[in-house]
């Protein structure tokens, strides 16, 4: 009987098993071997014998030309110089403040007596949107004179949000709202229904032991919720860390201009296809798959402690 | 302190378009539960037990009536400011704190209350002569000690450090009579605090909340289905059915003078026989027997229901009322006999000493008139005699 | 005697211990280290300072005895207390629902802004005196957004993409849940923990490759090829496999017991009474599979370098980045619209499918 399966079931799989070979597996060792390379060049399929200058470079600790007279040598890349600072920044921004958001809506949502489906809905509708979209509906929003500098008084080019000529930290700000607003309809989601999942008594308890609605939310809800905070953060910070579609959506092309730079991690690994520098491209692949897995690992042992399954 | 009921009704709406009709958990209930006093609701699943407790905590909202601590109207006082302690059914422990943390919650919500002192550590008096009294937060010593004190009492010292799961059911159970009680509550409500205990365990813990009643003297009152329980520990009891009260008093006499049919079922392991019998002359007859002699009153002949305790019968030669025993329990230090009676389908048991010889097959057997009972068969099944 | 024959035997040990007795001299004063560190550190935990907390005069001095407990309302009226509790109850209330609708109206506000806009003459977008609707509705931004935006084209293209992709996506999930839930065969469970694995692994690593990989097959250059390019990468979907298995699981093992019996096939169980029984989740996985093309846009604009090979997203976005000079908000908002209202039609129909898919996500925990 098993043995007559054996073979049926690999049948079965055998769609996905091809698929991920071609285009899973032999990627991911591919991509691992190209950060090795030096010089790789993906047209000619040539290179130059195995570096570990590829992350060097990438993380500048290396000359990016060093062929070049030593003053002309740039060791700072546009990696080190705006994408790992600006995707901290947005990744320690948006995460953490688009949860506690997104709790504050859920839990507000919980205890309402009426219209919770409604306003639940509407909460969901930004998950339905593209994101390209909706980016640029923001660079609407955001336009020196938009309706954001309209509320605030500033109308005119100096006041720029994303537009030529102002500051990083201006488009930073717009970035992250942008972001935040399109997170919050999946964490809410989550949240609801883990707050749905937990038992009343235990709010019965609390009224009992006297407990206010502050300390109810923050010494039972929320311990209670843990399993859903986790999952989300783990998912948040991955997303965060990949932020791509957002940028592109708000500003166009993301590059740098005069004033500002918005570069990230992810555009720069997309960047080197079209330059042809796929070895740095699949270093900052492999670190950013590093970091991603450390940060993973670090929150599960962090919440081996703290959540409460 | 003393808690009244008074004309308290829990009505759960239905839904006429589904043709589902309203629900009275609770009818028009009036009781005093004495201060200080162990005190029992007892009654069969949905018999509205647990919904009058809820009510007494504040979790469930009365559709009518009132509900009195001490001289305080308290029906519209949300729950956490009642100041009562309870014990869920499923205890409720939380799960991601320990023991600790669990006995210690309701503490960070309390305040202490005391005097305020001059410097030369005189009372201060206010306007009114009476001493100032301040609140101020408890200190996490005062916590700790409180816990400990708590802790010593139900016995759960040694779990303090653990978290709910890893405990017993038992354990479980002292922990939440712990959190209930740390907090020096006024009234103590245990809602069928034994139901998810083994046979030994709940005879154990039953002793234990009678102990610990006993020693902080809170008034307690506490759900069950289970007649023995009740009968047990409590100071008095009230035996409820579809949300109306039967009868209230000390278990003894509610057991030895049971208001209605439906009590007398109710108390008592093994259950109390009935026989189909009459009054005629102000005696009790089965049958052609005569199983008691009305003396206190006159009451007009009529057909009635003949209840008569297990411990009731006494097999004897010169008895009156036939039987044919099928089968001879022994259980140590009884036996207990069932047989038929020619004139029921239901079989009957009786409760004898161990040392009584009986055998199966046909025999005759006495009736204490005391353990003897006649109810009316009209309305509530009252008992007449 | 015995004492000779020992005395060589400790010798050699204590010889050869010089080595060993360094380790053990190192061992124990690491220890001894490590010890002191984690005592030190003892302090700042909570363990630490209860025990620090025991040890304190005060907790000595510190009597509860006689201590009376009461709640912080105390000392007032019941009715005074019912009546705080009342307001109180209000007030939570009126602020909940005012930060709910709050948060509501900006969840909602760029969706209108976006129409509002679509409806404004560019003048009009661009005065300082910015107006919260249209001075003169205009619906001419949507004739002229063709003009700008080939909505045909990118739509018909996102189309055929989505319904290949999806259906492909949905016969290789379906098939592999089944093996992975009622199919017996060795390596299974290796397998299938493997396969959960590479969900953890950020695209970015495989994007590169497969770049190489469809241009060296030579799909970068022609119309099958784009398209194969967009679709056949996407026909694994490692989540979706892993909650149509979930689904399946829950399929009781009776049915394919009985259906054994019957002389069913495993093939025709599948078809006939798995997949029916499965159709909510699969419905789900239908339409956030075709959402997910319809809002796909980095691989697409890396492979599609014609501008009639672009998907909607790509077209979208590229249609309106070139533009010099004042940019035509009344244009890209109506293009928007028209990106966004099919996802919003989707929704609308489909709400249940798309709220219990996502939400499913949340419960794998």
């Keep these: 009987m098993i043995k007559k399966n054996n073979w049926k079931g690999w049948l079965y799989l055998a769609p996905i098993i091809i698929l991920m070979a071609v285009f899973t597996f032999y990627p991911l060792i591919s991509t691992f071997s190209i950060a090795f390379m030096k010089d790789y060049d993906y047209i000619k399929q040539t290179s130059a014998g195995f570096t570990f200058d590829n992350f060097a470079i990438v993380l500048g600790l290396a000359p990016t030309n060093p062929e070049a007279p030593v003053e002309l040598q740039g060791y700072v890349t546009d990696v080190v110089r705006y994408a790992i600072p600006n995707t901290a920044i947005i990744t320690f921004v948006t995460v953490p403040l688009s949860i506690i958001i997104a709790l504050a809506i859920a839990v507000g949502l919980n205890s309402i007596p009426k219209f919770q489906k409604i306003f639940q809905t509407i909460f969901f509708i930004p998950y339905v949107t593209n994101s390209i979209a909706v980016g640029m509906v923001f660079a609407v929003l955001f336009d020196y004179n938009g309706i954001v500098n309209f509320l605030l008084g500033t109308m005119g080019r100096e006041y720029a949000w994303i537009d030529l000529g102002a500051p990083t930290w201006k488009a930073m700000i717009a970035l992250c709202i942008y972001i935040i607003w399109s997170s919050l309809p999946f964490k809410i989601l989550i949240f609801l229904s883990g707050l749905a999942g937990i038992d009343k008594q235990y709010y019965d308890a609390a009224k009992i032991d006297s407990a206010g609605k502050f300390k109810t939310l923050m010494h039972v809800t929320v311990p209670l919720l843990s399993p859903q905070i986790l999952y989300v953060m783990i998912t948040s910070f991955i997303g965060a860390f990949k932020e791509y579609d957002s940028v592109v959506g708000l500003l166009g092309k993301p590059g740098t201009d005069a004033t500002k730079n918005m570069y990230t991690v992810v555009y720069y690994i997309y960047d080197t296809i079209s330059q042809n520098n796929v070895h740095y491209g699949s270093a900052a692949a492999v670190l950013l798959f590093v970091v991603i897995l450390a940060f993973t690992g670090i929150q599960f042992w962090v919440s081996k402690k703290r959540v409460h399954y | ?385 | 005697m015995s004492n000779k024959e020992q005395l060589p035997v400790e010798e050699t040990q204590n010889e050869r211990g010089g080595f060993a007795s360094f380790l053990k001299k190192t061992k124990a004063a690491a220890q001894g280290a490590f010890q002191s560190i984690a005592k030190a550190l003892h302090r700042f935990t909570s363990a630490g300072r209860y025990e620090k907390m025991l040890a304190s005069p005060e907790y000595k001095a510190t009597s509860v005895k006689g201590m009376v407990l009461v709640l912080q309302e105390s000392g007032q009226s019941v009715k005074a207390i019912e009546r705080a509790q009342k307001a109180g109850r209000v007030v939570s209330l009126v602020v909940t629902y005012a930060f709910i609708g709050f948060m509501a109206l900006v969840v909602l506000f760029p969706f209108y802004w976006m129409i509002i806009t679509s409806l404004k003459s560019t003048t009009e977008i661009r005065q300082t005196q910015q107006t919260f609707f249209p001075n003169t509705v205009l619906w001419s931004n949507f004739v002229n957004v063709f003009k700008w935006f080939d909505f045909v084209t990118y739509l018909r293209n996102t189309v055929i993409v989505g319904i290949i992709s999806t259906l492909g996506t949905l016969v290789t999930t379906i098939l592999a849940a089944f093996a992975f839930a009622r199919l017996e065969f060795k390596g299974r469970d290796f397998f299938f923990i493997l396969i959960l694995a590479t969900m953890m692994i950020p695209g970015e690593m495989m994007v590169i490759t497969n770049y190489i990989t469809v241009s060296y097959l030579g799909w970068l250059d022609n119309v099958i090829g784009v398209f194969s390019a967009m679709i056949v990468p996407f026909w694994v979907s490692v989540f979706y496999i892993y909650l149509l298995r979930q689904n399946f699981k829950q399929i009781p093992n009776e049915l394919y017991l009985a259906a054994k019996v019957d002389g069913k096939s495993d093939w025709s169980f599948l078809w006939q009474v798995m997949v029916p029984l499965a159709a909510p989740t699969i419905i789900s996985i239908f339409i956030l599979k075709l959402m997910g093309a319809w809002n796909s846009y980095v691989w697409p604009n890396l492979v599609a370098s014609k501008d009639e090979w672009r998907l909607i997203t790509n077209g979208l976005r590229n249609s309106f980045t070139t533009t010099t000079g004042d940019p035509q908000y009344g244009l890209q908002m109506a293009a928007t619209i028209l990106v966004t209202v099919p996802l919003l039609l989707l929704f609308i129909f489909f709400r249940k499918y798309i709220m219990r898919g996502v939400g499913r996500a949340g419960i794998k925990g």
């Excluded at chain 2, 205890?91 to 309701?106: C, D, E, G, I, R």
């Excluded at chain 2, 411990?311 to 010169?318: A, D, L, Q």
């Design chain 2, 1 to 385: 302190m003393e808690i009244r009921l008074k004309h308290l009704t829990k009505i759960f709406p239905g839904n006429p378009k589904k043709n589902i009709p309203d629900t009275h958990a609770v009818e028009d209930l009036n009781l005093t539960i004495p201060d200080g006093k162990l005190y029992a609701l007892l009654g069969p699943s949905g018999c509205g037990k647990s919904t009058t407790l809820n009510m007494i905590a504040g979790l469930s909202e009365p559709s009518s009536g009132e509900i009195w601590f001490g001289d305080e109207d308290v029906t519209d006082l949300s729950p956490e400011k009642r100041g009562i302690g309870l014990v869920f059914q499923n205890y409720a422990l939380y799960p991601h704190m320990t023991v600790y943390k669990n006995v210690a919650f309701p503490l960070t919500n309390l305040r202490v209350e005391e005097k305020v002192k001059d410097a030369n550590g005189n009372d201060v008096l206010d306007e009114e002569g009476k001493p100032l009294v301040k609140k101020r937060k408890l200190t996490k010593i005062e916590i700790d000690k409180l816990v400990r004190e708590t802790s010593k009492i139900v016995q759960i010292e040694e779990y303090l450090w653990r978290k709910p799961s890893q405990l017993s059911g038992g354990q479980q159970q002292r922990v939440a009579i712990a959190r209930a009680l740390v907090k020096h509550p006024r009234v103590l409500l245990l809602d069928e605090p034994l139901s998810n205990l083994d046979a030994r365990l709940r005879l154990q813990t039953r002793e234990e909340i009678r102990r610990i009643q006993k020693s902080t003297g809170i008034t307690t009152i506490f759900v069950t289905h289970d007649q023995e329980e009740a009968m047990s520990i409590s100071d008095e009891i009230v035996v409820m059915k579809l949300g109306v009260e039967q009868q209230a008093g000390i278990p003894q006499e509610v057991y030895n003078e049971p208001a209605n049919r439906f009590v007398a079922n109710f108390l008592g392991t093994p259950p109390i026989n009935f026989f189909h019998g009459e009054i005629r002359g102000n005696k009790i007859y089965i049958g052609d027997a005569m199983v008691k002699e009305i003396t206190d009153k006159t009451l007009p002949d009529q057909k009635v229901t003949v209840g008569i305790r297990p411990e009731g019968i006494v097999p004897s030669e010169k008895g009156v009322l036939p039987f044919h025993i099928d089968q001879i329990i022994t259980q140590g230090r009884d036996i207990i006999i069932q047989g038929d009676h020619p004139l029921e389908t239901r079989p009957c048991k009786f409760v004898v000493d161990a040392f009584t010889d009986v055998k199966v097959g046909d025999i005759h057997c006495e009736v204490k008139p005391h353990k003897c009972f006649a109810f009316s068969l009209e309305g509530n099944e009252e008992r007449i005699a």
